[in-house]
């Protein structure tokens, strides 16, 4: 039986006719052509599905869209704001930490959601915050560095937007 | 990835919910986070007809201090324990251990309720209640009982729960010693469930004498248990080193692991030994003058 819901996505409202079987990443990416959002390994095990959903990062590939009815979820395109990339994607770009890219958009969204409640991360709490996400290609460290120097953007530390 | 099509019931209390359950039985499961259930769903392993989502009834998620226990609403999130202050001020010990549990975004939806439900041998909550003698407190037709955690938890992933019972909170009695607890998980990645683990609380006198002891095993056998052979054997006693051996030797002999991907039987008994000395060692060494002395 499909249900009718409500969500708001990056912003804007939605109305979504769903099955309750459905899951999430594929109201985002099949219904709302939001193809932002990757699909690894759909079992809750690589992190590449990562949004955020009421204001906590969350595996899209673990929650039925229907769960999500009447609330408010992020996914990595509405992180950018009038074509200026979000800090923590300029720190991406900027520290080569992405290689293949399929881990990043998933890495991207675990950092913001953490970022949004420890703005001032200790090195290991930033390897601990993506330890739910797997990168085969980038060895880490690199990504490491970038949510580091996201970290220093957002608090303001060298230049203000 | 679909599981079998089910109906969507969400219940807005929770007198609503167990009388779902007792309409629908066997046919029904609860959706809590949804971070054991929904990839069992996925894999077909779990077929329910109705799923039956907790999280739209109000007040099922809290933390709070009352008659010297910190009480635990089944709903409460791995996180918000990770988060509360009441929690790192009456019983760090939980906070040692959600910080090991799963990974960020699972924690942020994954429940306490959920979890001990899920009794799964390896997870983390088991052992940590245990060794806290938490009372989990749960709801059916027939009105509310409490079952001691060791009552609970009766093999693997299953417990003493009838099928038409929900968990709606787990009362945890404050250690009288906050401090001298600690939770060591040895794990093959991080992130991952326990090969096995080790919960221990202690509380000593001023001659180091141990006054009391919890001590709760994960990935020790079907499920997770009590040490209570072990528990006996070193309450009224110094815990020196020869006591320990004595113990971990002890710790042995009452395991019975299965041997599964993360380690033989063998294997397990061996590196429980090991965790377990490691986790006295460290309680002792947070109760040692030197360090900070015993609160
Ligand atoms: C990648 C990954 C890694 C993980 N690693 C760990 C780990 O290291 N350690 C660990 O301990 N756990 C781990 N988990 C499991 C995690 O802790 C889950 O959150 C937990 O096991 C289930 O809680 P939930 O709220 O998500 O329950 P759900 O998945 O919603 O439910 C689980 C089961 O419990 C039942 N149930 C739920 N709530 C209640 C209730 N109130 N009353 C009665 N029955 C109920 C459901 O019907 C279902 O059968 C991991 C999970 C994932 C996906
Ligand atoms: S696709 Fe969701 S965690 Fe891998
Ligand atoms: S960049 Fe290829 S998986 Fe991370």
Known sequence: ?161 | MYPVAFDYLEPRTLQEAVELLEKWGENASILAGGQSLIPLMKLRIARPRYLIDLNRIPGLSYIREQDGCVHIGALTRHVEIEESSVVREKIPIMQEAVRVLADGQVRNLGTIGGAIAQADPAGDWGPVILALNARIKCLGPKGGREMEAMDFFTFAYTTALQPDEVVTEIAIPAPSAPRLGTYVKLERVSGDFAIVSVAVQIDRDKDGICRDIGIGLGGADDRPIKAVPVEALLRGQKLSPKAIDIAARRIEEIASPISDLRGSQEYKKEVLKVIFRRALERVIERASPTTGGSR
Request: glycine letters at 12%.
């Open chain 1, 1 to 161: 039986m499909l249900r009718e819901i409500n969500v708001k996505v990056n912003g804007k409202d939605y109305q979504v006719k769903v099955e309750p079987r459905t899951l999430l990443i594929h109201v985002l990416r099949d219904t709302l052509g939001l193809t932002g959002a990757h699909i690894g390994c759909v079992v809750g095990k690589c992190g590449a599905c990562t949004v955020l959903w009421q204001g906590r990062q969350v595996k899209s590939c673990m929650v039925f869209a229907a769960q999500t009815a009447g609330t408010e979820i992020v996914t990595i395109e509405g992180l950018a704001e009038d074509g200026h990339l979000h800090p923590l994607q300029q720190a991406f770009w900027d520290t080569d930490a992405a290689e293949c890219g399929y881990c990043t958009p998933g890495m991207i969204m675990a950092a913001y959601g953490f970022l949004l409640r420890n703005p001032h991360p200790s090195e290991n709490e930033i390897k601990h915050a993506i330890a739910g996400n797997l990168c085969r290609c980038t060895g880490y460290r690199n990504i490491v560095e970038a949510i580091k120097k996201a970290a220093i953007e957002l608090q303001g530390g060298k230049s203000h937007g």
